[in-house]
């Protein structure tokens, strides 16, 4: 079984920079793509960020050029790197895992981003 789990949210002032981490582990044969989800109150979960098997990476409109994500293969675990936070990236954060014909969902990390 997969198993995915987010590290690294809390509570951070505008402007300032956060970075989340999604350690997985199980029986993963291969890897398509990973990706950074969040919910905020009220709203749809929406994409954050993403990157492929090939290396590839996309981003939401609204975090490009703030937001980085990358991976470890050697440490199973993928990243978000946040900077410039606003209070408008408030929200429960959640690493997704796809490995065809499977994915898996962590259970999401809190960010506020509040002064």
């Known amino acids: 079984q997969v198993r995915l789990v987010e590290s690294g949210g809390g509570l951070v002032q505008p402007g300032g920079s956060l970075r989340l981490s999604c350690a997985y582990s199980?029986?993963?044969?291969?890897?398509?793509?990973m990706a950074w989800h969040r919910q905020a109150p009220g709203k749809q979960r929406e994409l954050v960020a993403a990157i492929i098997s090939g290396g590839n990476t996309n981003y939401a409109d609204s975090v490009k050029g703030r937001f980085t994500i990358s991976r470890d293969n050697a440490k199973n675990t993928m990243y978000l790197q946040m900077n410039s936070l606003k209070a408008e990236d408030t929200a429960v954060y959640y690493c997704?895992?796809?490995?065809?014909?499977?994915?898996?969902w962590g259970q999401g990390t809190q960010v506020t981003v509040s002064s």
């Open positions: 199980g029986s993963i044969f291969s890897i398509y793509a």
């Open positions: 997704y895992l796809q490995y065809p014909p499977h994915s898996a």
